[in-house]
């Protein structure tokens, strides 16, 4: 990915000052102790997907749109706060043959770089993610429980992680005449690609095998 940051390091003190923040995600537990067993398709710090991204609405949906990050950035001039986004891709044990994504806001990202830090590559195990909080409170938090390690890498999995970014993709990467136009409200989706006019889910399928977990 692109960024005038240098690393997540930086990104995340930028807006740990700035005060960014929220989050949502396909990969979800919805009750108050509810856990699973995932593998992460990360291995170090640097192979993390994250985006400096904005929320707009497009023909009556939320999109996430790519800040161009500069100061003439249109969303940002026209007072859409900008969000420093992590996308964690994964593979859970109750449906193991699909790709999820967890999406997951500022206050999250020092658990994963403290995971890191403190046990390695994430995909280097089976990790356990329990859920802290009942449906809709706002206060929820996350454990992440690592598992009996086996030094996995990426090359062993038979897995291809999604390309988050683009054009038509899950974040949308639109010119500065385009999102002035998606800042307007007068943006209309190319009609050759009705892609953006539906909800963009992770649809690929996982080859791995059934020992990942």
């Not at 170090?44 to 904005?54: K, P, R, S």
């Not at 054009?167 to 800042?183: D, H, R, T, Y």
Request: with cysteine.
């Amino acid at each position: 990915m692109s960024s005038r940051f240098g690393n997540l390091r930086d990104a995340y003190k930028h807006f740990e000052e700035n005060k960014g923040g929220g989050n949502t995600g396909f990969f979800f537990l919805k009750e108050d102790k509810e856990s699973t067993v995932v593998r992460f398709l990360h291995e170090g710090e640097d192979d993390l997907d994250w985006y400096i991204v904005h929320e707009a609405e497009i023909q009556g949906k939320k999109r996430k749109v790519k800040c161009t990050e500069e100061g003439d950035c249109p969303l940002c001039v026209a007072g859409d706060r900008p969000q420093l986004k992590i996308f964690l891709q994964l593979l859970d044990k109750r449906e193991p043959d699909k790709i999820k994504i967890w999406e997951r806001g500022r206050t999250f990202i020092p658990v994963v770089l403290s995971f890191i830090q403190r046990y390695g590559s994430l995909c280097a195990q089976p990790v356990e993610i329990e859920r802290l909080g009942k449906p809709r409170d706002t206060s929820t938090t996350y454990q992440l429980y690592p598992l009996e390690k086996d030094n996995k890498t990426l090359d062993d999995f038979e897995v291809q992680r999604e390309q988050l970014a683009g054009e038509n993709a899950f974040i949308l990467v639109k010119s500065k005449s385009e999102m002035q136009e998606i800042a307007d409200g007068t943006y209309v989706p190319s009609t050759g690609n009705n892609q953006e006019t539906e909800d963009i889910k992770p649809r690929r399928e996982s080859r791995a095998g059934s020992d990942i977990f």
